[in-house]
């Protein structure tokens, strides 16, 4: 009886130590959920988001919840669904870069909008500016952008250690041009220059290059998918041809490798369809289906028509027309208004087609700035 009582006596010791483990692992385990609860990124603080790469080609940029507490665009990664956007000359932003900013993230809500900026030093406008929008949108991520770990992973990887990238008369723009073929290929998406104002989604199609006046083929608007046998053979002419003093020699390099990727496949490079600002270009292949945007908004004019049609401050025959262009997919003005940085326009006054474009979809820069 005293051995059968002293086995149950540690019988019972043991299942109280037993007891008191789980309690703890439990007492651990509630507090690590309540403190990753209590540190989630709300709508309301300033998402500072370092860049970071992993081996698999996937990102993590961060997590970003809406106003429910739900999974938003931006948690995770997901391929196809990104929209890069990349300030490589400032610091901060300005509101050219917000209203671009904007824009795309409201009309495409199911994408994660990444700016990408060299510097996080962000005014205190800045941080109104995304704190405002982060009340009505949960797609869109402020990170650094850190030039090498944009490339790693990518066919362009160790491309900046170059003798011929380190002797570039342009880093800022070329390093830009980099990076969006770089985060395309690994991460397929969209790509937008920080020059536009976005009038409704940009997801037009699979995959589309923008096209500019004269008939060519920009880099400034660009969706492709993550690999895209297009961006792997401009990563290869970029190794053999990149030339460090051409401010715009990436830019005239993606039409050239462009009409050779489908001149591969017996295709040529012409428009079918003038009705809509996105018409099909041709398909190349099985694989890749090239389109240019053919906006009547989209780089339309040469420098003087751009300051009588853009920034004008009347209402007249000239604004009307453009406001009829069929399916004007976005504005693209920055290249034609150079001299107008320094030329003040009122927001809220201004009658102008940027004033008035800027006003409705940009409206939460437009209630921080009167005047840009």
């Known amino acids: 009886r005293l051995i059968r009582a002293m086995h149950l006596k540690w ?16 007492v651990v385990l509630m507090t690590i959920v309540v403190a990753q609860i209590s540190h989630r990124e709300r709508p309301g603080g300033v998402r500072r988001v370092d860049w970071r790469n992993s081996s698999d080609g996937t990102s993590s940029f961060g997590q970003v919840w809406d106003d429910d ?35 795309i993230t409201r009309h495409m809500p199911a994408f994660c909008v990444r700016l990408l900026i060299r510097s996080m030093q962000l005014s205190t406008r800045d941080t109104q500016f995304i704190n405002a929008l982060n009340t009505t949108v949960h797609n869109f991520q402020v990170s650094n952008l850190d030039g090498a770990e944009a490339l790693r992973n990518s066919p362009l990887e160790g491309f900046l250690d170059t003798p011929r990238y380190r002797a570039s008369h342009y880093p800022g723009p070329h390093l830009s041009d980099l990076a969006r ?18 009038l409704k ?21 660009m969706k ?23 401010y715009a020699g990436l830019f005239y390099m993606l039409g050239n490798t462009t009409r050779a990727h489908c001149l591969k496949y017996g295709a040529s490079l012409r428009a079918i369809d003038k009705k809509d600002s996105i018409g099909l270009v041709e398909r190349c292949g ?33 604004f009307a027309r453009l406001q009829e262009q069929s399916d004007s997919a976005l504005l693209h003005y920055a290249g034609y208004s150079r001299n107008h940085y320094l030329h003040p326009v009122d927001l809220r006054a201004s009658s102008s087609l940027f004033a008035r474009l800027f006003r409705q979809h940009c409206p939460t820069v437009s209630s921080i700035y009167r005047v840009v």
């Open 69 to 103: 507490g739900g999974r938003s665009p931006c948690e995770g990664w997901v391929p196809d669904r990104n929209v890069f956007l990349l300030e490589t000359m400032r610091e901060g932003m300005i509101p050219k870069v917000m209203c671009t900013v904007e824009s």
């Open 11 to 26: 019988d019972l010791r043991g299942v109280c130590r037993r007891r008191r483990l789980i309690i703890l692992l439990t």
């Open 224 to 246: 492709l998918r993550r690999r895209s046998p297009l961006l792997t053979r401009y990563c290869a002419d970029i190794w053999t041809s990149y030339d460090p003093s051409l």
């Open 201 to 221: 989604s940009l997801d037009r199609a699979p995959q589309y290059l923008a096209r500019t006046p004269n008939g060519g083929i920009s880099n400034g608007v």
């Open 286 to 318: 099985q694989e890749l289906a090239v389109f240019g945007v053919d906006s009547g908004l989209f780089q339309p004019f040469g420098f003087q028509s751009a300051r009588n049609a853009i920034f004008n401050e009347s209402s007249g025959d000239l």
């Open 181 to 198: 073929v770089a985060l395309l290929y690994k991460y397929g998406g969209l790509y937008s220059d920080l020059d536009i104002i976005a």
